[in-house]
């Protein structure tokens, strides 16, 4: 493919991209791919750089764009290199008119902006969000030690604090190494290992993951537990859930049970666990602003409606995951959110629901105190953004 035919290509995919941020379709990766599906004359190069345009442009607009070709405009306006693939070649853009308008250059939506920086996200921070991630992997202790995992992978470089916790050149294909198929390792950012370590869990505990999705904190708690005890995963999403069991059986947990919920109703199923678990964990549905650089797209589908009613979804979760804990238990709030509202202000208002609870001090190895919980970001902790409270029973 000419350059510009590939930047027509990003025009065309971004159109996708916009519409379906709006809309909550897909995500861009499985647009993207199935672009590429529809273009099998895209060489490994093209597809490379088209994909790297798309997510450049989608970094760099705040606001959601009217068209794709706004967005790339924008990129354009920085790189008059890549402004010179508007040439109206045959399978190119259409040059760029003189006063043709391009999207705005910017972190977030104006709205997302202000309610960051209400919860003490300044502007460093912010721009912080939209970086590249790293590769971070969870040493499956069931399997394999860190040193022979680090024997495996001599690129590994070990993350401090975090026992299991190694990080990786952030182009590696871990899913070709030997130490991923033999389910020694697993995919995990380094702060969502460190929050789900503030559960405590330990070999003989019932403990229930209530919003487990595919298992990623599910494996890490099984591994904290040995494989002893009891541990219940549960989900609405049945697609998600159903990705659970085959990873266990790679990682070698024999003690999770899955249960599928029904979304609204999940108190009934889980009757038999009333006020018996020593440990329930919530990594909650929330606004995703703490892994935007992982998916900078989640920030054009975030709207005040949805934030409210994800907020509102997470006081109820709050309150059925309290009823499972026995006395003494704990009750752990993860948000991948650096809004308050999701986080602290939702840990607060959970303690004044329920007065008989307390937070308890969290000490991780990564992480700034931050109300009743911890708060981690990738610009002071080289992690993912989240907030995690330890609520205790009394």
Not at 75 to 81: E, G, S
Not at 181 to 191: F, H, K, S
Not at 290 to 296: E, V, Y
Not at 375 to 387: E, M, N, V
């Amino acid at each position: 493919m000419t350059p510009a035919a590939r930047t027509q290509a990003g025009i065309e995919l971004l159109d996708q991209v916009i519409v379906a941020a709006r809309d909550g379709g897909a995500s861009a990766d499985v647009l993207i791919q199935r672009g590429f599906a529809a273009r099998r004359y895209a060489g490994s190069k093209d597809r490379r750089a088209i994909r790297e345009l798309i997510y450049d442009a989608i970094r760099l607009c705040g606001e959601r764009p009217m068209s794709g070709r706004a967005a790339l405009l924008a990129l354009a306006a920085r790189d008059p290199a890549f402004a010179a693939t508007f040439d109206g070649s045959p399978y190119g853009p259409a040059p760029i008119g003189p006063d043709e308008a391009a999207a705005q250059p910017g972190v977030a939506p104006a709205w997302l902006i202000e309610a960051l920086a209400a919860s003490g996200i300044d502007a460093d921070q912010a721009a912080a969000l939209l970086g590249r991630a790293s590769l971070d992997l969870r040493v499956n202790t069931l399997k394999a030690s860190v040193a022979q995992v680090c024997a495996a992978l001599p690129e590994a470089v070990p993350l401090a604090g975090i026992e299991a916790g190694l990080r990786l050149p952030s182009d590696t294909s871990v899913d070709k190494a030997q130490p991923y198929i033999d389910g020694w390792v697993e995919v995990q950012d380094a702060g969502s290992q460190a929050v789900t370590l503030a559960a405590g869990a330990q070999a003989g505990m019932r403990v229930v993951d209530l919003c487990a999705g595919g298992g990623g904190k599910t494996l890490a708690l099984a591994a904290a537990m040995a494989n002893r005890g009891e541990l219940l995963a549960t989900d609405t999403d049945r697609p998600r859930l159903s990705r659970l069991m085959p990873r266990a059986e790679r990682a070698g947990v024999s003690i999770v049970e899955t249960r599928l919920l029904n979304p609204g109703h999940e108190a009934e199923p889980l009757a038999d666990w009333a006020g018996t678990a020593d440990v329930v964990l919530i990594d909650a549905p929330c606004s995703g602003t703490g892994t935007w650089r992982r998916n900078p797209e989640a920030r054009w589908r975030l709207t005040p409606a949805r934030l409210a009613k994800l907020v509102e979804t997470q006081a109820r979760l709050l309150d059925i995951g309290a009823a499972l804990v026995k006395p003494g238990g704990t009750l752990i709030h993860i948000v991948c959110s650096l809004l308050d509202a999701e986080g602290a202000g939702q840990a607060e208002a959970f303690l004044a629901r329920h007065p008989e609870w307390a937070a308890a001090p969290l000490a991780l190895a990564v992480g700034t105190p931050h109300g009743p919980g911890m708060r981690l970001t990738p610009l002071s902790h080289s992690t993912d953004g989240f907030f995690v409270a330890k609520l205790l029973r009394a």
